[in-house]
């Protein structure tokens, strides 16, 4: 792996370039890194963006804190890879939707193929080359959001693995400052093997996920950007890296780790009456499937109390479509 080398950026500089990946006749590219080095000692605080490059709120969430954030102010190292993905990012167009960071060279999803492989295939070399550097830190947060389809609630992820470890990342997870935290097992599929971060929390790397976005809004609103830019300021400044106290969440509470989905009963065209963040109660009208002449197919309900985590944003429908998928609310998490 040539290029750029995160690793040998001295104390009090700051410098962003690219990390050589794969470079040979059938496929190449970089990653690119930022790297700001504090003229004092300190831990170091990794985030990662578009590890699912068509989140963009958190690539750019993470290009805007390598900007802002300068060596005189910060104890220890802050690492910045604003877009994990370089080929998904490059090569989403109109016609050709590469959803779920499904890579173009070899149709490998990168989410399930850490630690990575350096003589792999391009996505399992790609997993190496972060990884590689996320198990030099000792902190990481990856930024996600919702995909293309997906209008999303803000909350964060960890994982719980049964070492003294989930304690540090549970207490990321909430002073990350976003309004619901949600636990994660080895046996859930955004957190179980493989994955960026049960490879970094095994590896001994406290890692959390950080949701926010509406993936349909390719232009990113700035209210989810910061949530992310924000959140992170939040942890520098609770692990001593920045000057302040992290700001608190009015009321944060933790999620229950049991999908509610609602899918499409029949065809036709699907209207959304509840959106992410909203708390219907059980039994609630929330979305219906209509005919071209208006009339109504069928009425969709909440299947529990609790709160909309994704409403999947659709036109025209297929029965067995996923519609919504709702968690119920669990108890405040203290912070």
């Not at 792996?1 to 950026?9: A, Q, S, T």
């Not at 792999?120 to 930024?143: C, I, M, N, Q, S």
């Amino acid at each position: 792996m040539g290029g750029f080398k995160p690793l040998d950026v001295k104390p009090g500089e700051k410098t962003f370039g690219y990390v050589k990946v794969v470079d040979n006749l059938a496929v190449a590219f970089d990653m690119p890194v930022g790297v700001v080095n504090g003229a004092e000692g300190g831990p170091t605080l990794m985030v990662t963006g578009g590890l699912y490059p068509t989140e963009y709120c958190g690539v750019e969430a993470a290009s805007r804190l390598y900007k802002a954030v300068e060596p005189r102010d910060l104890r220890g190292r802050f690492i910045v890879v604003p877009v994990v993905n370089m080929s998904v990012f490059r090569f989403r167009t109109p016609w050709l939707n590469l959803r779920s960071s499904i890579s173009p060279f070899d149709g490998g999803n990168i989410n399930n193929s850490f630690p990575g492989n350096p003589e792999g295939r391009p996505t399992r070399r790609l997993a190496h080359a972060l990884f590689k550097l996320v198990r030099e830190t000792d902190y990481h947060v990856d930024f996600r959001g919702g995909d293309l389809p997906e209008s999303h609630l803000d909350h964060t992820i960890y994982l719980r693995v049964g070492e003294p470890i989930d304690e540090t990342s549970e207490t990321m997870a909430k002073v990350f400052g976003l309004p619901y935290v949600l636990p994660g097992t080895p046996e859930i599929g955004h957190t179980s093997p493989g994955t960026l971060i049960y490879e970094a929390v095994t590896a001994g790397v406290a890692s959390i996920i950080s949701e926010a976005g509406l993936g349909y809004r390719t232009q990113p609103l700035e209210e989810f950007v910061m949530a992310h830019v924000d959140g992170t300021l939040n942890l520098l400044k609770h692990f001593g890296m920045l000057e302040g106290e992290p700001s608190r969440p009015r009321d944060q509470r933790f999620l229950d780790m049991e999908w509610q989905g609602v899918t499409a009963p029949v065809a036709g065209v699907f209207q959304a009456l509840a959106d992410h963040g909203d708390i219907p109660e059980e039994g609630q009208l929330i979305g219906r499937i209509t005919d071209l002449d208006g009339s109504t197919l069928s009425e969709l309900h909440s299947p529990i109390n609790g709160v909309v985590h994704t409403m999947y944003v659709r036109r025209v429908v297929y029965p067995g479509d996923r519609l919504f998928t709702l968690l119920r609310i669990d108890e405040p998490t203290g912070w």
